[in-house]
């Protein structure tokens, strides 16, 4: 369970952050870093958490994309926001 009163509410480097948790979903990730960034950083690094909740919403978005259920404005807007929290 995170307890967000004890994360971080900003990240020092959330831009490679972004790209090592995009390599994750992806598949592209080795195991170890996948195993350091999920039980160690996104625990503690509120942006991070957000980030990859807001990456896991757009790969279901263009999942469903296939079958014509998901509307590209959601998943524009989904992307908006998550350039918006690198900016922040
Ligand atoms: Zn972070």
């Not at 390599?23 to 990730?29: F, H, K, S, T, V």
């Not at 990456?55 to 959601?74: H, N």
Request: proline residues 3%; aromatic residues 4%.
């Amino acid at each position: 369970m995170n307890d967000p009163s004890k994360m971080k509410h900003d990240c020092s480097n959330q831009k490679e952050c972004l790209q090592l948790l995009q390599a994750i979903l992806d598949g592209e990730a080795t195991q170890a870093q996948k195993e350091h960034f999920m039980k160690e950083h996104l625990d503690s690094c509120m942006p991070c958490y957000q980030n990859y909740h807001l990456e896991v919403a757009i790969r279901d978005l263009l999942k469903k994309k296939c079958t014509r259920e998901a509307p590209q404005e959601l998943i524009e807007s989904i992307k908006k926001q998550i350039q918006q929290n690198l900016r922040a």
